[in-house]
């Protein structure tokens, strides 16, 4: 008795690069699947129409004409069962959302790694089986393609970053209390802003509150409200964060540092959908989302008897953890571009270019502030660049070298000791000025000697500050 054959998985792979089609196709083959290619969205869809059902499609998300996410919702409209996976260069949670709100199983980064796509075909194909390869599923991702995106800068492509834009993506829709995690600086709200733009309480209030900058007392009011006369100075009734953000999104930044005695209440109002203003007797009940972040070890401070572990699992419904910037340096270039592109809006600033040694700084400092002091550190060097190029000198101090110190002279009798390693920039810098005192300054005759052109000096000249006159 012969064995059953075992019918190998046709895929649809859509690229308008053809030869990055044509390789990914021929990796996908050798994993035994059966790949038919096709250059552009239309030319896929003459391929669903000529050659009957795929088992899945892998689309690029952006092509010339239609785009990978206009596939996916043609794909997804014609059979409602439709295994989409998007692959694209452009590692953003717009795309990211965007492209799994419209019913894509996956978000697959560029460059690939083949280990972790043929892992996430595996288990996209597998479920599918376990599902009936043709049966109609539920919709999960109600309305799609309504064109909202958040403006965000949760950009990159590194694998750890793209886990979170998955994550973010599938959560934001549901009601669900989500617990976000990471150091100081990792973009802990930002996440809850986009987590509320693309949720159904997009178009109501996202309220923000920093639970350690205030004193319990007056966090409790803040948050709960209080009556007129609850309180010494309390003049007038307050509504409290809860109330102002019925509806919509309350964020709870630092959630670790909160007293037992205001976690039992917040406990309360999560559970029971209901406050009860400082003061009064009188319960008050609120819609709200809550979403709550902390650069703090929660399971630490359960462990400690310093936070209530009914709580904890409260808040925990679904954990997003922020990887920091050092863990993910081939995003920085990626987050470089975007800020400047950001704060040239914010200045009024044309376009600003990063010199090649002012980026190999950045590339390399560790970024104990992570994306927020990377921000800081560039609107500082394009406020200080004064020629739309960001060079060394604009830089801090710590992500300048320090210069070595001077020899010290050398004892009689002993060798001089070796000079101190500079830097190429430095040399250059001396070797310019030098020829630039020998011209007396002037810029043609500099230019000259030097082998360069008069506008490479000028950019010179102002990037070192060097002086402009010679006497």
């Not at 965000?152 to 959560?171: D, N, Q, Y």
């Not at 309220?207 to 007038?236: I, K, P, Q």
């Not at 954990?319 to 863990?327: H, S, V």
């Not at 990063?354 to 994306?371: C, F, K, M, S």
């Amino acid at each position: 008795m012969t064995a059953p054959s075992i019918t190998r998985a046709r895929l649809l792979l859509v690229d308008d690069d053809e030869e990055a089609c044509r390789l990914l196709a021929e990796v996908l083959e050798r994993e035994s699947y059966d790949v038919v290619p096709a250059l552009s969205a239309d030319e896929a869809l003459s391929k669903v129409n000529e050659g009957g059902p795929f088992d899945a499609v892998l689309t690029d998300l952006r092509m010339p004409g239609k785009s990978g996410l206009d596939l996916l919702r043609t794909l997804r409209e014609r059979d409602p069962a439709a295994l989409v996976l998007v692959l694209t260069a452009f590692g953003d949670a717009g795309a990211a959302g965007e492209a799994i709100r419209a019913g894509a199983y996956d978000f697959i980064s560029k460059p690939y790694d083949i280990a972790a796509l043929r892992e996430t075909l595996a288990r996209s194909l597998g479920r599918r089986r376990l599902a009936g390869s043709r049966r109609g599923r539920s919709d999960a991702h109600d309305g799609a393609g309504d064109g909202h995106s958040p403006d965000s800068a949760l950009v990159g492509h590194s694998p750890a970053i793209i886990e979170v834009m998955k994550t973010l993506a599938r959560v934001a829709p549901s009601q669900a209390t989500v617990l976000v995690l990471g150091e100081t600086g990792t973009g802990k709200e930002l996440v809850a802003r986009t987590i509320h733009q693309f949720s159904e309480r997009a178009d109501r209030r996202f309220v923000a509150v920093n639970c350690s900058a205030l004193a319990e007392g007056l966090l409790e009011s803040e948050l709960f409200g209080h009556v007129r006369g609850a309180f010494t100075g309390a003049g007038n009734s307050r509504p409290g964060l809860f109330r102002e953000a019925d509806r919509g999104t309350l964020f709870l930044d630092e959630i670790g540092d909160i007293s037992p005695a205001l976690q039992a209440r917040l406990l309360r109002a999560l559970q029971e959908h209901e406050i009860v203003p400082v003061g009064s007797e009188t319960p008050v009940r609120v819609d709200v989302r809550v979403l709550a972040a902390t650069h703090r070890d929660l399971p630490e401070l359960v462990r400690q008897g310093r936070f209530r572990e009914d709580l904890y699992y409260r808040l925990n419904v679904v954990t997003i953890t922020l990887p920091p910037l050092r863990a993910r340096p081939q995003d920085i270039p990626l987050l470089i571009d975007h800020f400047l592109r950001e704060l040239g809006e914010r200045h009024g600033r044309g376009p600003v270019a990063v010199d090649p040694e002012a980026q190999r700084r950045l590339l390399t400092y560790d970024w104990p502030g992570n994306i927020r002091e990377l921000q800081n550190v560039l609107e500082r060097a394009m406020l200080l660049a004064e020629q739309d190029v960001i060079g060394p000198e604009h830089l801090p101090a710590d992500l300048r070298p320090a210069r070595a110190a001077a020899a010290a002279p050398a004892a009689p009798g002993e060798a001089p000791a070796p000079a101190p390693l500079r830097s190429l920039d430095e040399v250059d810098r001396e070797h310019v000025l030098r020829v630039l005192r020998a011209m007396r300054g002037n810029r043609d005759e500099t230019s000259r000697v030097l082998g360069i052109s008069r506008r490479t000096l000028s950019r010179m000249i102002l990037r070192w500050n060097l002086p402009r006159r010679f006497e």
